[in-house]
């Protein structure tokens, strides 16, 4: 048939408005350009555009096509990765292509908690010999903006990868900053760090529904979570509302694990925090499609004035002890900090040991560098023999010794120093300071006060200032106590 002019505009217009009509490819913001994307695991890219388009995915020699859902939403799963520290290129093609540049492939990290993992390296200790110091093209910085909360899981939020240079590491989370980059210098591959914090927040926004439900003592939190509607009004203080925010929108982006600061808010808790801290990993763990994202946590530090009763369990010691106690979940650690806090001040300046202790247990227990201790000492068992009691350790390292720490200087082993902040009570349940005693790989703990022992504290208060029991590694022993009340 031959076309008349009028026949022949016609279908020009069609085909135009056709086209114009077309939703195009859109990206949650954690998929952009100068991204690290996860090595040895498969790793989900996803997006929107319209119902039943195909797209395909193109990177490293892989190409992966599907179609879009009723709902507009698509993910590929690329086959695991290689390390790469090569800058290539991420294609996305569908009704429109979109090319994502600068991709490396790596570890990644998600580092989130309350204002001491916000802290900044330019709030923190040697800001600008640090940031001076911070040109690292292999490490990537993603830092999701603002403080914002929604009452239902958001699909996509803001912020973009940044190269970590002296400007961009300025202003990211210190604590996540030294410890990418020892996780970067010991393993030698691209680091990808998420920061997503907001200070002054308790744990219960940070949680999602599916992890209150997966601990039977927070359920009542979790029926509250589950009558939450699109309208429901919700602050920075109500259950799952950060998450749903601040965090849903970077799931299911593959990484290896999570660093986290926080506890301050909850410091007049104990047992419930520990059961908050398992719905807090189990609810990520689904939401990242990771049960063995690795979670690595730390200890709340020393803070405000020291006190002189031995029986302690004054202010943070309970919720310490919570911290602790939720080692049970595998694939976790712990930083221990008692040794660095400020009196005066919530938020401790050195922020490079934080950094570089939660590294330890990453490095030893996640990339299995067993050759490196990961923790300080941790209380194990004790065992009442006479008029004393034995502590045992798990963490010994290469053996007990009493240290200091000064400012961002390396513990210094006090040879034959005294062991402080041990106390110990007998039947009447009298707490006495103590003396103790390094013996191989244990501590004895006694008192002339004491005749019959029956338990023992460390540390067990809000400013252990003076405990000193390190291993030779440098690193303190954790604040404990052999009873439960």
Not at 47 to 73: L, M, P, R, Y
Not at 136 to 164: A, D, M, Y
Request: net charge positive; aromatic share 8%.
């Amino acid at each position: 048939m031959k076309l008349t002019p009028l026949l022949a505009l016609l279908i020009i217009l069609l085909a135009f408005s056709t086209q114009e009509g077309r939703t195009e490819i859109k990206l949650p913001n954690v998929i952009g350009s100068g991204m690290v994307l996860q090595r040895d695991m498969q790793v989900p890219v996803w997006g929107w555009a319209d119902d039943g388009e195909e797209i395909t995915v193109s990177f490293a020699g892989q190409k992966k096509t599907t179609k879009t859902n009723a709902e507009g939403k698509w993910i590929v799963k690329l086959d695991p990765l290689k390390a790469n520290g090569n800058a290539s290129k991420l294609t996305i093609k569908g009704s429109n292509m979109i090319t994502l540049e600068n991709i490396l492939v790596g570890e990644v990290w998600i580092c989130s908690g309350q204002s001491n993992m916000e802290w900044s390296v330019r709030q923190s200790a040697n800001p600008k010999e640090e940031a001076a110091a911070g040109f690292h093209p292999w490490i990537r910085l993603f830092n999701v903006p603002g403080h914002t909360v929604s009452p239902l899981p958001k699909e996509q939020g803001p912020g973009q990868w940044q190269v970590c240079d002296p400007k961009s590491v300025d202003r990211f989370s210190a604590v996540g900053y030294y410890f990418g980059r020892r996780v970067h210098k010991e393993l030698q591959v691209p680091v990808g760090l998420i920061g997503s914090n907001w200070g002054g927040t308790r744990i219960e926004p940070w949680t999602t529904l599916e992890g209150f439900e997966s601990v039977p003592e927070l359920s009542e939190i979790a029926n509250k979570v589950k009558n939450y509607k699109g309208d429901t009004k919700v602050g920075g203080g109500d259950p799952s509302a950060i998450y749903n925010s601040m965090v849903n929108p970077l799931t299911p982006f593959a990484m290896r694990g999570g660093i986290w600061y926080q506890g301050e808010s909850n410091g007049n808790e104990g047992i419930t925090y520990y059961h908050k801290k398992h719905a807090l990993v189990n609810g990520w763990r689904k939401a990242f499609q990771n049960k063995d994202l690795a979670f690595y946590w730390v200890q709340l530090a020393n803070f405000r004035k020291e006190n002189p009763n031995p029986e302690g369990g004054d202010g943070w010691a309970r919720v310490r002890e919570a911290q602790m106690q939720a080692l049970d979940i595998p694939g976790t650690g712990m930083a221990v900090i008692t040794d660095i806090g400020e009196a005066n001040d919530i938020h401790p300046k050195n922020k490079q040991d934080v950094g570089k202790r939660l590294a330890q247990w990453a490095l030893h227990q996640t990339y299995n560098k067993k050759d490196l201790v990961p923790s300080g000492p941790l209380f194990k068992s004790h065992k009442v023999e006479g008029k004393s009691i034995r502590i045992s350790f798990d963490h010994v390292g290469s053996g007990l010794t009493v240290g200091k720490k000064n400012g961002l200087a390396p513990t210094q082993e006090i040879k034959n120093g005294k062991l402080e902040h041990f106390s110990i009570s007998g039947k009447d349940n009298k707490w006495h300071w103590a003396d103790a005693r390094i013996d191989g790989n244990t501590v004895v703990v006694e008192s002339n006060e004491v005749s019959e022992p029956i338990a023992v504290r460390y540390g067990f208060t809000d400013n252990p200032a003076k405990a000193n029991l390190y291993n030779k590694e440098g690193l303190p022993a954790g604040p404990f106590r052999t009873d439960s009340e």
